[in-house]
């Protein structure tokens, strides 16, 4: 910024993309570049940043100082370890692993523990309001899943996607079982099973997949779920939901996952459904 400054730039516009976290100093920095860029009768603007940078930059009142233009957050519908609840996207239907990605104001980011941890009340509270209202409320309890997600995040290889504009609009995360990394601990029967079931030995279980039901975030789920399993190199997703959670298999079944029906012999007082999803570019043989 001071080279632009120096080279008399008039129009400096800073793309935030990859850019996951700003603390004080790191704004103090752009103010101050903003403020002599004033002098000279230049201009610096920000562009796409994450939804911390955005809560950062209104509650210091810097939005209208450095943002191109205040960017409107989505209107919300409403202010057992592994099995999974989820909302339906509203209906009407390769990245690189190692970025963010953006698409039509919607960026994918994947956190890493630390961040999860940080972020662990926005992402409970997108959770809460994506099934208020919905078949899928009853089995959704903000403890149950604040639980979940402490202990996938436990899990050897587990990862956590977001989608946000300014304000996150859904989430996904899960663990990888199989050969290459292993989770001791979920191996074994499910592993076993997800084997007999499809030939493969090697997968991501998804523990929850999150998309906000707005129109415009009609594909968020998809999208996040197939740079999930891109991400943890494996060729097929798998879920467990609570067979009378209505509200979820619905939501998985118009994501496109398949339903393999209930299994017995797992952890837990209920026997699960077992769903799967093929990457895709990635045929399942069945057995």
């Known amino acids: 910024m001071e080279q632009c400054l120096l080279d008399g730039v008039t129009e400096i516009d800073i793309d935030l993309t990859t850019v ?3 603390d ?6 752009l103010l101050s570049a903003a403020r002599r860029a004033g002098r000279v009768h230049a ?3 920000l562009h796409h940043p994450c939804a911390q940078i955005a809560r950062l930059l209104d509650a210091t009142g810097s939005t209208s100082l450095l943002l191109t233009a205040p960017v409107s957050p989505v209107p919300p519908t409403a202010s057992s370890d592994l099995m999974s609840t989820a909302t339906r996207a509203a209906e009407d239907p390769a990245p690189r692993p190692d970025q963010p ?3 039509d104001g919607i960026r994918l980011r994947r956190l890493t523990r630390r961040q999860a941890e940080d972020m662990r009340e926005d992402i409970a ?3 809460a309001e994506s099934v208020a209202g919905t078949a899928g409320e009853a089995y959704h309890d903000r403890g149950d899943f604040l639980h979940r997600l402490a202990v996938t995040a436990h899990r050897p290889g587990f990862a956590l996607l977001v989608a946000e504009t300014t304000v996150l609009v859904g989430c996904a995360f899960g663990f990888p079982v199989g050969c290459d990394g292993s989770d001791g601990r979920q191996g074994g029967t499910l592993q076993e099973i997800i084997q007999r079931l499809t030939s493969c030995a090697r997968f991501v279980v998804l523990t929850q997949v999150v998309a906000h039901p707005h129109v415009q975030h009609r594909d968020i789920a998809h999208r996040l779920q197939q740079r999930l399993l891109t991400d943890l ?3 097929l997703g798998v879920t467990l939901l609570h ?3 209505r509200g979820a298999r619905a939501a998985f079944s118009s994501w496109g996952w398949q339903n393999m ?3 017995v012999g797992l952890h837990g007082a209920v026997a699960p459904w077992v769903l799967t999803l093929s990457a895709e570019g990635q045929p399942l043989a069945h057995r």
Request: glycine share 12%.
């Open 20 to 22: 996951g976290s700003c």
């Open 24 to 29: 004080a100093r790191g704004l103090d920095v």
């Open 43 to 45: 201009r610096l603007r």
């Open 101 to 103: 990605v953006l698409r």
């Open 125 to 127: 509270d997108l959770a």
């Open 233 to 235: 190199h494996s060729p």
């Open 243 to 245: 067979p009378a959670d």
């Open 261 to 263: 029906g209930e299994v």
